[in-house]
């Protein structure tokens, strides 16, 4: 029993690493795409707006844009963009920045790279409080079992 006091903590700094992990890939790929990208000129064909949730929990709808460019290499790309602005409709003509290598992970986000690295730290700060609280509640757990088992025959 006392093992779950390690290995559940352990396990939540794993899954909060990962996500760390995450954040700093989607950081530097974004800011690769707005930096060192290509632009072109992107049609919206198409918006909708996903749901999810409901009965018990709340309901939280995302707005996607369905974005298509032809990169310079002259190849046709769609691709979809979830959380994009309510003010672009369909037949809207936006500017897209896309790597060459991966032109369908483009971005129809202007850059603003002040705020990409307030949300990734905002965010890595948040997992690194978490993981530092499933340490030391691990540390709070092994202090406890240490008296106990002083008292305890």
């Known amino acids: 029993m006392e093992a779950l006091f390690y290995v559940i903590p352990v396990i939540l700094i794993a899954v909060a690493g990962y996500g760390a992990l995450r954040m700093i890939g989607r950081f530097r790929r974004i800011d ?5 990208g290509l632009t072109a000129e992107a049609r919206c064909l198409r918006s909708y707006v996903s749901t999810s949730g409901g009965g018990d929990t709340m309901v939280h709808t995302t707005l996607h844009h369905v974005y298509e460019f032809t990169t310079r290499e002259g ?3 769609r691709f979809d963009e979830p959380n994009g602005p309510s003010t672009v409709v369909e037949g809207d003509v936006v500017t897209v920045h896309y790597l060459p290598d991966r032109p369908e992970q483009a971005t129809a986000r202007p850059p603003a790279p002040g705020r990409l ?4 730290g905002c965010v ?3 997992l690194g409080v978490f993981a530092a609280c499933c340490a030391g509640f691990m540390i709070v757990a092994h202090l406890i079992f240490s008296q106990l088992r002083e008292v305890l025959p």
């Not at 690769?32 to 060192?36: D, H, P, S």
């Not at 690295?117 to 990734?120: G, I, L, M, W």
């Open 32 to 36: 690769a795409t707005w930096n060192r």
């Open 117 to 120: 690295a307030a949300e990734t």
């Open 75 to 77: 190849r046709a790309v």
């Open 124 to 126: 890595l700060g948040c």
